[in-house]
């Protein structure tokens, strides 16, 4: 099983990013996909979820209107699409994918890192 998170970076506040998910070694239609991420001396904190056929997004109320998550099903991958990026964005942003019948089954990637600073 992999999850490779790629798509971190240096921006400027007011600039986007677009986080990328490649996931491997399991079903990926079966699993709903989410972005978390964890800032310096914070919690990790859920960012934005997507079901396992896209049918239904969840996003923290400090993302909503700015990020987007999508998923392909053909190719196994999740996007964060990011605008107007903060420098209370930043963060080392990960992602995860939870079973959708079996929520004890879920899997981490690495994490990419986003700074958001002029």
């Known amino acids: 099983v992999q999850l490779v998170e790629s798509g971190g970076g240096l921006v400027q506040p007011g600039g986007s990013l677009r986080l990328s998910c490649a996931a491997s070694?399991?079903?990926?239609?079966?699993?709903?996909m989410s972005w978390y991420r964890q800032a310096p001396g914070k919690e990790r904190e859920l960012v934005a979820g997507?079901?396992?056929?896209?049918?239904?997004?969840n996003y923290a109320d400090s993302v909503k209107g700015r990020f987007t998550i999508s998923r392909d099903n053909a190719k196994n991958t999740v996007t964060l699409q990011m605008n107007s990026l903060k420098p209370d964005d930043t963060a080392m942003y990960y992602c995860?994918?939870?079973?959708?019948?079996?929520?004890?089954?879920?899997?981490w990637g690495k994490g990419t890192l986003v700074t958001v600073s002029s």
């Open positions: 995860n994918a939870k079973h959708r019948n079996v929520g004890t089954i879920n899997y």
């Open positions: 070694g399991f079903t990926f239609s079966m699993y709903a």
């Open positions: 997507i079901s396992s056929y896209a049918g239904s997004t």
